[in-house]
């Protein structure tokens, strides 16, 4: 019967794996998909020809034998015997049916229906019901209707009759018609409250007319212990269709047979269950007649594992062997995770731990990390902040390539320039400042290691790799550049083997460092070395805010609950006004809370905190993401935005940094037509052209419903960095969606199968 099971599944196909409708209006099937849903395919027997247990009923009070226990080869050929079935008495002819009916349920399905067209070629002796039936089976809808019409005159079963004559109606298109029989066996239905069957009877009925929850009601209450698997298999298929998806899996397991792998796995795709659908598809793989749903199902699910590469290969078998059709199967349209402007949605993934992954612990490190200068007398004089020179480090006298003393104070007074911006949180000021003098002194290893720093803090971690690296190789003493090569080369899968060991060694070679420093513990990082890590944060040392951040991220790896609040609490307070600190010492604190009490939190702390907001309006890309993340989380978002508009209206000295950050929060606010329009002003009229920047153009022109702009800046933001995974993969969900394959799994397969999951898009089923 895996023709119906496939067949019934199908409904929950229009619906995204992740997001299934729940408009009650929604969930009314039109009759063209009823057609397919009860009576398709060669097995029309498993749903509504329900007079195979009437028959048994009426010719035998003992139990039906299971078909394993019948040989069907002998039945078959008992009945190739019986040439004149006028011999026969009616009794005698529906026990014949019967055996037909096991030869059907056997597999045996091509001599069942040669007996059925010789049964219903029979004279009258033999009722106008069970030729309906007969015909039925042969897919004759228009001669099974007539044989239940003259049922119905006859007083022959006129309920079920009435329900067959509807399912004859409903294959030949005729929807008056079908509306009229399934209302006639609602009338006659009372008289079979006493019937075994009843329950199924109800179930059916209440099913065509559109009456789900009184369906399901009768099929969750059977009134026999026949046909238990096909009330369960309808019950399944109403609640996931009013999105009670665990209560349909959890009915439809109860009696699942081998071909309902297929319904399994997408039951199992549309509750998140992605490694289990998985394991459901592959195993409907072998056993289904539809192996095209079946892989092209596949390929959705291993794209929401994040094994593009799988997803990638899949679709292009796919693609080499059913052309178009392979597109058609399964349509997606491509959206923003609800997750981006859905609280509720937002809270239920939140974790409290976010940052503490591998991208939000380096760049808490890149944005506690000093700038480094060669004077700091100096450089502080010049910047005249003195509350801030815990953030740079002076790197010694002299270098060796700094001809002149003249030359020296010429460059950090340059390099004065663009701490002064990073410090006053003008990040992409300050980068500009030193990417300027990286023209005039190319090989000046604290200028890359400064502009490195200022493309990590901006989140480009491609280019800061590279300066980073650039910086180190200028200067092998320079272990901080060094450490932040390995990380950001490890945040963009590059491969750093080489690196890292040359790093080390040099590291291990350098009798001036002490057997427990900070650059190892860095690249030890990188290796979850606990052990190393352990050592370092019981090393005493200076409090430096990147000395408390790193111990305060190698407490929370470790468990150390103690120092985790201490460190956390040192760092707030030699930093009380910073955001970033902020956010740190509050998640320590509330952590343990539920996330309704974590919000309540948020709201309460977060009006009242004399915070310095000049690095959320202006500066480092990790303070926007936790920030709106965490306002998401508190319901605060709409209430910064109000201030934000105002504080851009009033803006003079950097206005496209503070545009930036509006933009940023009208998507996570669902004002995407305001942010596609800011992010266009800040690429055309304003010249911003970074990848980060680019992309999430994309991402507003997606929420705006601007797909053709969408992929034109998704192709620049990969062409700018191909880096940009997420770039990749959005682009890759655009193209699958307008069916260009080739173009799609290029993307994909460049992406691999790296368990990525995108922050940003997702997708959902069209058909």
Known sequence: MAEEEIIILEESEDEDFTAPKKEKEKLKLNLDKK???????????????????????????????????????????????????????????????????????????EEALKVYKRISTFNESISYYNIGVAKLKEKNFKEALESFKKAIDNEEQRCVSAINAAVCALQLGQTELFKYYIDLAFTYLPRESNAPLYSYYVGL??????????????????????????????????????DLNNQAVNTLEKKAKSDDALTLGLLYARLGEFKVAKNYLIKAHGNTDKPLHVKAALALVYNKLGELESSAGIMNELYSKYEENATKVYPIKTTLKDSLFDVNIAQNEFDKELFFNDKKTYSLLFYFAPFKVFNAKQTID???????????????????????????????????SGIKKALNHHTEQANQIFLKMIDTYPKHSILHYNLALSYAQMADFGRAYKHFKKSYHLDNNNYLAGAFAIMCGDLI???????????????????????????????????????????????????????????TIIAQKTFNEKEYRQKATILKSILPKDIMANIINFNVKHKKNDIKKYAKAIQIDFRKLDLDYDSF??????????????????????????????????????????????????IYTHNFEEAYVLYNKLIDDLNKSDSATIFLAAVASIGAEHTQNAVALLELSKLINPKNLEARYGLGLLYQEIANWEGSTIQYMRVGNSDFKSKYFSFKVTR
């Open 35 to 109: 057609k397919k849903l009860i009576i398709i395919g060669s097995s029309v027997f498993a749903f509504l020809l329900i007079i195979i247990v009437i028959i048994i009923i009426s010719t035998s009070s003992s139990q039906e034998p299971m078909v394993s226990d019948i040989n069907t080869s002998q039945i078959v050929d008992k009945l190739n015997k019986k040439n004149n079935f006028g011999q026969f008495s009616p009794s005698h002819l529906e026990n014949m049916i019967k055996k037909a009916n096991l030869l059907y349920e056997g597999g045996n399905k």
């Open 205 to 242: 009925i209440n099913y065509y007319k559109n009456y789900y929850y009184e369906s399901l009601a009768a099929l969750q209450h059977t009134s026999s212990k026949h046909y238990n698997y096909e009330q369960n298999y309808i019950a399944s298929k109403i609640l996931s269709s009013i």
């Open 382 to 416: 010049y910047i005249r902040k003195g509350s801030m020179n815990v953030f740079i480090d002076e790197i010694g006298p002299a270098l060796s390539y700094l001809k002149s003393s003249s030359t020296m104070s010429k460059v950090n007074i340059s390099i004065s």
């Open 493 to 551: 899968k590059e491969d750093i083997t080489k690196l890292k060991e040359d790093i080390k060694s040099s590291m291990t070679n350098d009798h001036n460092l002490e057997e427990t420093n900070l650059f190892m513990s860095l690249v030890h990082l990188t290796e979850n070395n606990q052990l190393s890590l352990t050592r370092w944060l019981e090393h005493d040392k200076a409090k430096t805010p990147l000395n408390l951040i790193f111990d």
């Open 617 to 666: 309006y202006y500066g480092p890309r990790l303070v926007q993401n936790s920030y709106v993340r965490l306002l998401q989380i508190g319901g605060l978002l709409h209430h910064e935005r109000n201030r934000l508009i105002k504080k851009m209206q009033l803006e003079k000295t950097d206005q496209a940094a503070i545009m930036q950050t509006l933009a940023y929060l009208s």
